[in-house]
C-alpha cells in the first residue's frame, strides 16, 4: 500500500509498547505504577463543570467562528495582556483545540520548505514531528551540557540564513527545567535583530514549583511582540486534557493565517468547552492553581528525597511543570538476572517487567541517557514508585 510521503514523518506515540506491557502486568492483578502520565491527577474545577452544565442546558450546541466566540477571544485578550504585560487585541488571539493544534497552526503558517526551526534538546516530540510535516528542518541544539538550560550563545551558533523560527518551550517538557531570563532576554534580542520568528510554548506556565517564577519574554523584551507566537492552553492550567483547549496569542495577521487555515481543517474548538472556560475566567479565584502547585511542590520534596538516595543518578533541576528527568546513563550497559539493559528503552522495559512502574524512555525526546518521571500522580504512588526504582538500581551488576 502505498501512502503519502509525510505519514513516514509520523512515528506512533513512543510509549504505545510500554502502555500494552503495563495493560498485561495489570491484568495480571500487579499495581504498575504510571509515572509516564502528562496530565495533572486531580478532577477541574467546579466552576468549569458549572460553565460547561449551563452551556448543555441553553443549546450551545451550534458551530461558532473558528477561533471561538466573540466574547471569549475577548476574555483570553484581556488574559494575555494581564499575563505578558503587553497589549492583546480580540485579532491578535485565537481558541485552538488543544496548546498542540495552535503549535500545528503556527507551523504550518510559518514555515516553508526548507526553513530550518531551531529546537532545543530534549525536547517534547511533537516539535520536530509538526515541523517535518510542514516541510521545515529541526536544527537541535543541546541544552544537557549546560545544566539542561538554554544559553543565547548556543542559538546564536545554530542560526544560518535559512533559520525562520526558534520553538522555546519553559517550563520544560520533559526536563521540568525553565529557562533562565537573562538567557530569554539575549535569545529574544537575536530574534529581532535577525528577523527571526519565536514560538513561545509555556503550557506549563501556571504550574510553577516553589521560589521559582515564570518569566515572560514580552515582560524580558516587548519589542519582540511583532516576532511572537505565543502558545498556551487549558489543558493543564484547569485540568481538563481532554476537553482540548489552547491557545494562541501572535500578531493580527498570523492570527487570521491560522483562522483562514483551522476553517479548512477542525473549525472551532469544542464551543461546550469554550463556554465552560469562559465562566470559569470570570469566576476563577485562583485558589484551585494554588492548592495544586501546593500538592506538586509536597510530591517534588518526597521525591528529591528518593532521588538523591539512588546510585549514580542525577536529575535536571525541578523546577517547573511535574516532571522529574533523571540521568540513569551510568546503569546502561548493566544487567540484572542475565539481562543485559543495553540502552534506556530496554531500562524502561525492564523497569515495567521487574518493578511494575511505567516510564518514559529520554529517547523520545531526544536524549537516550535519561528517563521522564511525571509526580502528578498519588503522593503514595510517587514514593512507592520511586522507592522500587532505588531497589532497582540497587541491584543492577
Ligand atoms: C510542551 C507541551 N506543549 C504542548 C502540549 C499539548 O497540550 P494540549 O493538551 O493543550 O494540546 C503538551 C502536552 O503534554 C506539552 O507537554
Known amino acids: 500500500m ?4 509525510r505519514t513516514t514523518k509520523i512515528a506512533p506515540p513512543g510509549t504505545s509498547r510500554m502502555r500494552t506491557i503495563a495493560n498485561e502486568l495489570k491484568e495480571q492483578g500487579a499495581h504498575v505504577i504510571n509515572f509516564a502520565a502528562g496530565e495533572l491527577d486531580v478532577d477541574t474545577l467546579d466552576i468549569v463543570k458549572e460553565g460547561a452544565r449551563q452551556a448543555i442546558d441553553k443549546g450551545r450546541n451550534i458551530y461558532t467562528p ?4 466573540p466574547a471569549l477571544r475577548k476574555q483570553l485578550a484581556a488574559l494575555v495582556s494581564r499575563h ?3 497589549d492583546y487585541a480580540q485579532g491578535e488571539v485565537g481558541l485552538t483545540a488543544g496548546a498542540k493544534q495552535a503549535l500545528y497552526n503556527a507551523a504550518m503558517v510559518l514555515l516553508d520548505p526548507d526553513d ?3 529546537i532545543p534538546n530534549p525536547y517534547w516530540v511533537t516539535f520536530p514531528t509538526q515541523v517535518e510535516l510542514a516541510g521545515a528542518r529541526p536544527v537541535f541544539v543541546e541544552t544537557r551540557p549546560h545544566g539542561y538550560k538554554l544559553l543565547a550563545s548556543v542559538v546564536e551558533e545554530a542560526i544560518t540564513p535559512k533559520t525562520k523560527v526558534i520553538i522555546i518551550n519553559s517550563p520544560n517538557n520533559p526536563t521540568g527545567v525553565m529557562y533562565d531570563a537573562a538567557e530569554l532576554a539575549k535569545i529574544a534580542a537575536l530574534a529581532l535583530a535577525k528577523d527571526i520568528w519565536i514560538v513561545f510554548d509555556e503550557c506549563y506556565a501556571s504550574l510553577v514549583r516553589s521560589g521559582h517564577r515564570h518569566e515572560h519574554l514580552l515582560a524580558l523584551e516587548p519589542r519582540l511582540k511583532d516576532r511572537l507566537v505565543i502558545v498556551n492552553s487549558f489543558s493543564k492550567s484547569h485540568a481538563l486534557t481532554g476537553w482540548r483547549l489552547g491557545y494562541v496569542a501572535a500578531p493580527a495577521p498570523v492570527v487570521k493565517a491560522m483562522e483562514n487555515l483551522q476553517g479548512h ?3 472551532n474548538p469544542s464551543s461546550v468547552a469554550q463556554y465552560a472556560i469562559s465562566h470559569a475566567l470570570e469566576h476563577d479565584d485562583g485558589q484551585f492553581i494554588a492548592r495544586v502547585n501546593t500538592m506538586l511542590d509536597e510530591r517534588l520534596r518526597r521525591a528529591l528525597a528518593i532521588v538523591a538516595r539512588m546510585p549514580a543518578v542525577t536529575v535536571a533541576p525541578a523546577q517547573g511543570a511535574f516532571y522529574l528527568f533523571l540521568d540513569v546513563s551510568a546503569h546502561l550497559g548493566k544487567s540484572l538476572d542475565g539481562t543485559t539493559v543495553a540502552d534506556v528503552d530496554q531500562f524502561c522495559e525492564l523497569a515495567l517487567r521487574s518493578a511494575q512502574i511505567a516510564l518514559v524512555s529520554g529517547a523520545a525526546f531526544g536524549d537516550p541517557t535519561s528517563v521522564r518521571i511525571s509526580y502528578a500522580i498519588s503522593t503514595d504512588d510517587v ?5 522500587r526504582l532505588l531497589t532497582l538500581l540497587e541491584r543492577l551488576r
Request: aromatic share 0%.
Open 265 to 267: 481543517t477542525t473549525s
Open 84 to 86: 505578558t504585560g503587553t
Open 2 to 5: 502505498k501512502l503519502a510521503e
Open 66 to 69: 473558528a477561533l471561538g466566540t
Open 383 to 387: 514514593v512507592e514508585g520511586l522507592e
Open 116 to 118: 530550518e526551526v531551531i
